[in-house]
């Protein structure tokens, strides 16, 4: 069954670095999404993607995160000054065209990254 | 409560019972989808049921939906070990312009062998 991949699975920076995570979707799939969830708390929306453009993003989203489809399969986050709270889980997520009450969002493992 | 409350936070039971946990949100929706985390792991899709639609069911899972109530549940029948992990519900609401998804903060089950 295809799956969504991310990479790194296990990432570590100091803090200040720039991180960026890396995620390949589905191949057919057209939305694309990035997720976080802190240990033991909620997963939370950071972003939705489509059609080479952000169509969503939370107020966690500032102007130190962006995202990017570089080509045909990769989709990235990357985080320009990492700060001490951005120490989490971050999921990558992508659905399906159709109708989007129909439509599941599927996930990768994840990217636990951790700023020292 | 916040969009897409569960309860029980946690649940243990034997292998061979049924878990059942439920799931509260505050807006509408257009769908509300469970999914299962394993520890440190993805989230796992499991099924999705749209606002229109009042029980589904997908092998040992069956899923309420009571719009009225703004309310789901999550029935595990015949429970295993693999079971044990977390659940979380997700909304879709027709005014997330990206389908963006909100969780409640989980239910963890343990099943014991």
């Known amino acids: 069954e295809p799956e969504v991949t991310q990479t790194p699975s296990h990432q570590v920076t100091q803090m200040g670095q720039e991180v960026i995570l890396r995620c390949v979707p589905i191949s057919n799939h057209l939305y694309f999404y990035w997720y976080r969830q802190i240990l033991g708390q909620k997963v939370e929306f950071l972003v939705s993607f489509y059609n080479n453009e952000i169509s969503e993003k939370s107020e966690i989203f500032d102007d130190q995160f962006s995202v990017e489809r570089p080509d045909g399969s990769n989709f990235t986050l990357k985080i320009r000054s990492t700060k001490l709270e951005d120490s989490a889980m971050y999921f990558c997520a992508s659905r399906d065209r159709g109708y989007r009450s129909n439509q599941p969002q599927h996930f990768g493992d994840g990217t636990r990254l951790s700023i020292l | ?113």
């Open chain 2, 1 to 113: 409560s916040q969009q897409g409350e569960e309860d029980p936070q946690a649940l243990s039971i034997q292998e061979g019972e049924n878990a059942t946990m439920n799931c509260s949100y505050k807006t509408s929706i257009n769908n509300l989808q469970w999914y299962r985390q394993n520890s440190g792991r993805g989230l796992v899709h499991l099924i999705l049921i749209r606002s229109n639609e009042r029980e589904k069911h997908s092998g040992r899972l069956r899923v309420t939906l009571d719009t009225s109530k703004k309310s789901s549940s999550l029935l595990i029948t015949a429970s295993r070990a693999a079971d044990t992990a977390s659940y979380f519900c997700a909304t879709d609401s027709p005014q997330a312009a990206g389908n963006k998804l909100t969780f409640g903060g989980g239910t963890r089950v343990l099943v014991k062998p």
